[in-house]
């Protein structure tokens, strides 16, 4: 990662209560503790992915640049010499991937200048981001009210960049072709859940 000037939205956020439990499960998982990073992801994917969201991506788009950001992270972890910062790199990466999607489908299919510069110039707050940890506590809670082979098949499918279907197949112990039908019907489970409670409102 290039060298980043914290605006002041990032260095409020670097001393919240979600920064301090970043810190803690980032600081876990570079020590060796493998569950850290999955706390990590748990906690911070529905912030990142409302993030991307917020450069007008499609759902699509922006998963595929939280994905991105976590693959990322797991490349450059030495990069965060201060375990305190990680929710600013994640938030300042997943912002970059998202302003790159943003124009690769600016060039892809041409708007106007006025529509392309309001594309890229928002960079929520930290207002943005306490509600969007919101919405991600009652993701997570739904995602847990599936069953566990739904549990486990979203959580690989949704931060792995080109997931290999066979090897999940043996982790999961599920048939190749099954996988794609099951993830199918696990999102529809949990788009359900999601749109029954009155507190969901995603962005």
């Not at 939205?9 to 970043?22: I, K, L, Q, W």
């Not at 790159?100 to 708007?111: F, M, N, T």
């Not at 739904?150 to 999961?172: G, I, M, N, T, W």
Request: hydrophobic letters at 45%; aromatic letters at 4%; a neutral charge.
């Amino acid at each position: 990662m290039t060298e980043h000037t914290a605006t002041s939205d990032e260095r409020t956020a670097t001393s919240s209560p979600v920064a301090d439990e970043a810190r803690t499960a980032f600081a876990e998982w570079v020590g060796g503790d493998p569950t850290g990073l999955d706390r990590l992801v748990r906690m911070l994917t529905p912030m990142l992915w409302n993030l991307a969201r917020a450069y007008r991506l499609d759902a699509a788009t922006a998963e595929d640049a939280v994905q991105a950001t976590w693959i990322a992270l797991v490349r450059h972890r030495e990069t965060v010499r201060d375990p305190q910062a990680v929710l600013r790199w994640l938030s300042v990466a997943v912002r970059r991937e998202a302003a790159r999607l943003s124009r690769s489908a600016a060039r892809a299919a041409p708007v106007e200048d006025e529509t392309l510069a309001a594309v890229l110039e928002p960079e929520p707050g930290i207002e943005e981001e306490v509600v969007a940890r919101d919405t991600g506590a009652l993701l997570w809670r739904h995602l847990a009210a599936l069953s566990e082979r739904c549990q486990r098949l979203l959580r690989v499918l949704a931060f792995q960049d080109k997931p290999d279907y066979r090897a999940l197949s043996v982790e999961l112990g599920m048939p190749v072709g099954s996988i794609g039908p099951t993830r199918a019907r696990c999102l529809g489970k949990l788009r359900a859940l999601c749109t029954a409670d009155p507190s969901w409102s995603p962005a």
